[in-house]
Nanobody, 124 residues
Framework: QVQLVESGGGLVQAGGSLRLSCAASGRTFSSYAMGWFRQAPGKEREFVAAIAWSGSSTDFADSVKGRFTISRNNAKNTVYLQMNSLKPEDTAVYYC?????????????????WGQGTQVTVSS
């Protein structure tokens, strides 16, 4: 019932910023927790950030705390990932995901729907 489409990826120099967007279809978007994950070549998919259905609670991976911000606009059926002070280590395909429980999690298995991903490349 939910389709997710990411956008906003691209090539940026270290220290720069990007804002990723994830547009969701479906009438029940506001009841889903949303998460961002990333996967670099040869590595497992890793948690980046999550936001509860209410938007009142968020969680971040230690590697991005203080640099990334997750937010959502339920009226627009969209979740955002603002990425500042980007590092080459942030280079990966970034995926958004939806969790029907509404709680959010740092574990990929907890999510029910996934987008196709958007490439983020940070040059040194």
């Amino acid at each position: 019932q939910v389709q997710l489409v990411e956008s906003g990826g691209g090539l940026v120099q270290a220290g720069g910023s990007l804002r990723l967007s994830c547009a969701a279809s479906g009438r029940t978007f506001s009841s889903y927790a949303m998460g961002w994950f990333r996967q670099a070549p040869g590595k497992e998919r890793e948690f980046v950030a999550a936001i509860a259905w209410s938007g009142s609670s968020t969680d971040f991976a230690d590697s991005v705390k203080g640099r990334f911000t997750i937010s959502r606009n339920n009226a627009k059926n969209t979740v955002y990932l603002q990425m500042n002070s980007l590092k080459p280590e942030d280079t990966a395909v970034y995926y958004c995901a939806a969790d029907r429980s509404g709680l959010g999690s740092k574990w990929p298995v907890s999510y029910d729907y996934w987008g196709q991903g958007t490439q983020v490349t940070v040059s040194s």
